[in-house]
């Protein structure tokens, strides 16, 4: 039976400066916020399916996701995407060392890193996002272009971290 798709990735950030004056003071508020809605299919703001997992890598480990074949849906559907519409991956609060995205030996799959051996390092605690909703998406292409690692930054300890990834098929 196949299935369909609705997702909503959201970031918000609401602040304020305060700056005290001899008498009162003066306030700056800060609201932002980026909203992506997806809907079933391969077109813009679209998608087909989700992965969710949370990983451990124990000290100095590395591992890679194979986002064209290996890694499987909730149903245990196995998952070939062709384009990613949002990478999450989040941290754990309680690691110790970083947990570092990028730099495949052979297949990295890099369209937001620039080039094949850029990394990004989510420090503990931290998240980072990559949200590209219009039709093209961050291309996939299995064999060449198809493997994210991830790397546990440094020895001693292991590190936990959470990864959702949309995409098309």
């Known amino acids: 039976m196949p299935t369909s798709i609705s997702a909503r990735v959201t970031l918000g950030v609401v602040a304020e400066i305060i700056n005290s004056l001899d ?51 909730a ?22 060392n970083d947990v570092v995205l990028g730099n495949h030996a052979t297949a990295a799959f890099f369209p937001m890193f620039g080039a094949a051996t850029h990394t990004v390092k989510v420090k503990p605690g931290g998240m980072v996002a990559f949200v590209a909703p219009d039709v093209n998406g961050l291309a996939v292409t299995a064999t060449t272009a198809d493997m994210l690692t991830v790397t546990n930054s440094a020895g001693g300890t292991s590190v936990t971290y959470t990864v959702i990834i949309i995409g098309t098929v």
Request: no cysteine; aromatic share 10%.
């Open 75 to 96: 149903f245990g559907n196995t998952l070939t995407f062709t384009k990613i519409k949002a990478i999450i991956v989040k941290a754990d609060a309680a690691n110790v």
């Open 23 to 73: 008498v009162g003071e003066v306030k700056y508020p800060i609201s932002y916020g980026a909203n992506y809605v997806f809907t079933d299919g391969t077109g813009a703001d679209q998608a087909k399916e989700v992965f969710t997992d949370t990983r451990t890598l124990t000290a100095s480990a590395a591992e890679n996701l194979d986002l064209a074949g290996v890694l499987l849906d």
